[in-house]
C-alpha cells in the first residue's frame, strides 16, 4: 500500500439545496414524510417550488457534504458526482472546490438539469427533502478513476447512490479498486426509507465485507433489521459488520465493533435551526479522526462536535472552519 | 385621489446575491472598497467568483429587499425589475412572489443573465458588494405600467437604477405618474460611490420636489454634500429635502425635516452576522410606518426594528414574520 493522496474521497449525489422554512401544515398538504428524503419528478419539483416560500440555494449532497466536513478538519478530500453544466452545476462546482475538496468529474453537456433538493425546515428544526435527481442520474462507472479511488485511504459512499441507474456500478467499481489497494471503504445508509427500497442489498454489502466502516442513525438501522427495539438491531449490526457507528441526535452515538458497543455522548447545544446536514457532518468528523488513526471514541467525538455545528444554522456545510473548532475543543486532527 | 392597491411599489435592479465568508485580506488582495457596491462586468465577475469562497445564492437587490420587508410587514407590496429567463432569474421571480409580493416585468428572453451582486461578508458583520447588472441593464420605461403605479401610495425607487441606460428614464416616468396621481415618491441614494458618480442629477431630484422622501445613510449624506460634517449635511438637507431619514448605524437614525432634525435610537442587538440589507429593511420599515399613517418617530422605530432583525444573520431579506416581530416589540403596524 502506498502513501495516499486523499483522506477520504467521497462519491454521492451531486446536488443543490433549496432551503426554505415551512410550517408542519405545508409537509401534511404536500404529502411529505417529516424528516425524510423522497424522490421527486420534475413535475412534482415544480408544484412543490411554486408552492414552497422564499428560498436560498447552497450546495448539498450527503456525501458532499461529509468530504466539505472531511476538508474543513484539514483533511485531504475529493468528491466524485455529476452536475450538468449549467447555472447551479456551476455554483456546485465552485463551492467544493472553494472548499479545497479535488472534483474533477466531467459535467453533462446534455440531459436533465443539476439535482436539486427542496428542503422544508420546520420550526422544530427538523428538515423534509424532496429530491429530483436531475443530472446526478447519469452518473456512471466510467467516472470512476482508478488511480485516484487506488490513492484515497477511506472511500466513503452515500446509500443514495442506489437511486440513480448507473451509479450502483460505479459505486461497486470503486469498492472493488479501494480493496485491491487495501484501502477501506466507508458506507451511510443515508436515509431509512432508502434502506427499505434496498435493504437486502445494503445488508449483502455489509455481509459479504464490501462495506468495512457503516453509518446510519437510528431510523436506519431499525429499518435495516425491520424491529422496533434499538438493542435487536444494534446485536445484529454487532454479529455482521466490522465496524459500524449508529447517530441517535441528542442521545449521541454509539460504535459498534466485534469488542463491544460502546456509547459517545452528544455536544450541548443551545438551540437546533437547522438539522440539515448532521448525519452528514457526523461522518465527515469520525472519518478524520479514524483516517488519522485515532480511537473509535476520539472520532466519535470529532463526530459530534461538526454535528453540532452543522445544526446551530441554516445550511448543510460548516460556517466556520472544523479544524479550528476542534484545536478549540481540545481535539486536535493532525 | 383614489384608494390605494399598494402600500409601496419598488422600482429597482432585480439582483441575485451570491454570498460568502472573506478575510478582510481578500478585499486588499481583489482592490475592493470595503463597505461600498462596485460596479463589474462579466470578466471580472468570473474572476472575483474563482477566488470567493463557497457561497449562498438568494435573491436580493436594495428595492427589492425593501418591498420583501415591507410585505413581510404586512404591507401591500409590489416591484418592478428586469431578470432574464434563466434559473437565477426564476429563483428571484419564486422568492419576491413567495413573499406575496406582486411582480409582473416580464423577463428578457435574450440578453445577458439575471444580475449577481458577489458579496464578501468580513468577520465584523461588514458586506462589500460587486454587482454584475446583466439582465437589470434592460429595465425600461415600457416595464412601467402607468395604472400600478398610479395605484401605488409610495413608490420607491434606488439610485442604483441611475447606473442601467434607460432605468433613470423608467424612473423617471414612474414619477411623473405617482405625482399627477397625488402619490409620494422615495429615494434611497444607494452608496455613497453611486451619489459621487450622479451628485448633480440626485441634488436636482430633490430640489425639483421630484423626490417627497429621501433615504441615506451617513456617508451617503456625506457624499451628496462634499462635506465631512454630519451636521453640515443635515442642515443643508433640511433647507431642500421635504423629508430625509439619514440612518447611522449603531447610532440610530435622525429625521429631517423643515420642522427640525429628530434623532431615533437604534435597537440593541446582541451580535452583528452580516449588515447586508440593513438600510433596506430600514426603509421598509420606516415606509410602512409612514403608508400608515404613524408619526415620523414610529416609523423610524419600526425601520431601527427591521434593520435589527436582517443583521443578525447571513442574507438580505427577514427570515421571521416583520408583522410578528412589531407586535411583540408593541410596535403594531395596522
Chains 1, 2 share one sequence.
Not at 54 to 62: C, H, I, L
Not at 145 to 157: C, G, K, M, Q, W
Request: aromatic content about 6%; hydrophobic content about 45%; overall charge negative.
Amino acid at each position: 500500500m502506498t502513501a495516499s493522496r486523499y483522506d477520504v474521497l467521497g462519491i454521492g449525489n451531486a446536488i443543490v439545496d433549496v432551503i426554505a422554512r415551512a410550517e408542519d401544515d405545508f409537509l401534511v398538504a404536500h404529502g411529505m414524510n417529516k424528516g425524510a428524503m423522497a424522490l421527486i419528478d420534475e413535475a412534482r419539483a415544480k408544484k412543490i417550488y411554486d408552492a414552497m416560500g422564499s428560498a436560498t440555494e447552497s450546495s448539498g449532497g450527503s456525501a458532499a457534504n461529509t468530504i466539505v466536513g472531511v476538508a474543513s478538519f484539514g483533511g485531504r478530500a475529493a468528491f466524485v458526482g455529476k452536475v450538468k453544466n449549467d447555472e447551479l452545476g456551476r455554483a456546485f462546482t465552485h463551492d467544493i472546490r472553494a472548499a479545497r475538496v479535488g472534483f474533477d468529474t466531467p459535467p453533462a453537456s446534455d440531459g436533465p438539469s443539476t439535482a436539486r433538493c427542496y428542503i422544508m425546515v420546520t420550526p422544530d428544526g427538523e428538515r423534509t427533502m424532496n429530491t429530483f435527481l436531475g443530472a446526478a442520474q447519469d452518473l456512471h462507472p466510467k467516472d470512476i478513476d482508478e488511480a485516484t479511488i487506488a490513492a484515497s485511504a477511506v472511500i466513503y459512499l452515500e446509500g443514495y447512490l442506489w437511486d440513480p441507474p448507473h451509479a450502483k456500478a460505479a459505486f461497486v467499481k470503486a469498492a472493488e479498486i479501494a480493496h485491491k489497494s487495501n484501502r477501506k471503504v466507508a458506507l451511510t445508509l443515508s436515509d431509512a426509507f432508502c434502506v427499505s427500497r434496498y435493504r437486502a442489498e445494503f445488508l449483502d454489502l455489509i455481509r459479504k465485507g464490501t462495506v468495512d466502516i457503516v453509518f446510519a442513525n437510528e431510523s436506519e438501522l431499525l429499518s435495516l433489521y425491520e424491529t422496533a427495539d434499538f438493542d435487536t438491531a444494534a446485536k445484529q449490526m454487532r454479529s455482521e459488520a466490522k465496524l459500524a457507528v449508529v447517530t441517535r441526535s441528542e442521545k449521541g452515538c454509539v460504535v459498534i465493533t466485534r469488542d463491544g458497543v460502546e456509547a459517545v455522548q452528544a455536544m450541548p447545544i443551545e438551540k437546533v435551526v437547522d438539522v440539515t446536514g448532521a448525519g452528514d457532518l457526523f461522518a465527515a468528523g469520525f472519518l478524520v479522526g479514524h483516517s488519522h488513526g485515532k480511537d473509535h471514541r476520539t472520532s466519535a467525538r470529532l463526530g459530534a462536535l461538526a454535528a453540532a455545528e452543522v445544526i446551530q444554522h441554516i445550511g448543510a456545510r460548516p460556517a466556520v472552519s472544523l479544524k479550528s473548532l476542534a484545536a478549540e475543543n481540545g481535539l486536535a486532527t493532525s
